[in-house]
Nanobody, 124 residues
């Protein structure tokens, strides 16, 4: 089992920066690809960013490319999502997910473990 706990969400104004964190416990973190997904109000969950277990070739949704950055610190068993130039449409519940030996896929069904989510509300 892998336990994932997201943090860093809240009510923020448009235009600034925010960093979400996801702390993992229970298994060897470095063996897992990590992904960030989000679910806007009234919408389906969508892929945001993913990073392979090797830490290379990060993937991003087109809607966040150039504004969001995914990174990981294996020593701290934590994955981060840096959000710059916040927009109202970034309002969502953000989830992190883990996929053993994965490539940071855009497909949510490939991820085995999920956090409980952290809510980000961007006021315009």
């Amino acid at each position: 089992q892998v336990q994932l706990v997201e943090s860093g969400g809240g009510l923020v104004q448009a235009g600034g920066s925010l960093r979400l964190s996801c702390a993992a416990s229970g298994r060897t973190f470095s063996n897992y690809a990590m992904g960030w997904f989000r679910q806007p109000p009234g919408s389906e969950r969508e892929f945001v960013a993913g990073m392979s277990w090797t830490g290379d070739s990060p993937k991003y949704a087109d809607s966040v490319k150039g504004r969001f950055t995914i990174s990981r610190d294996n020593a701290k068993s934590t994955v981060y999502l840096q959000i710059n130039s916040r927009r109202h449409e970034d309002t969502a519940v953000y989830y992190c997910a883990a996929d053993m030996w994965g490539k940071g896929s855009r497909l949510s069904r490939l991820y085995d473990y999920w956090g409980q989510g952290t809510r980000v509300t961007v006021s315009s």
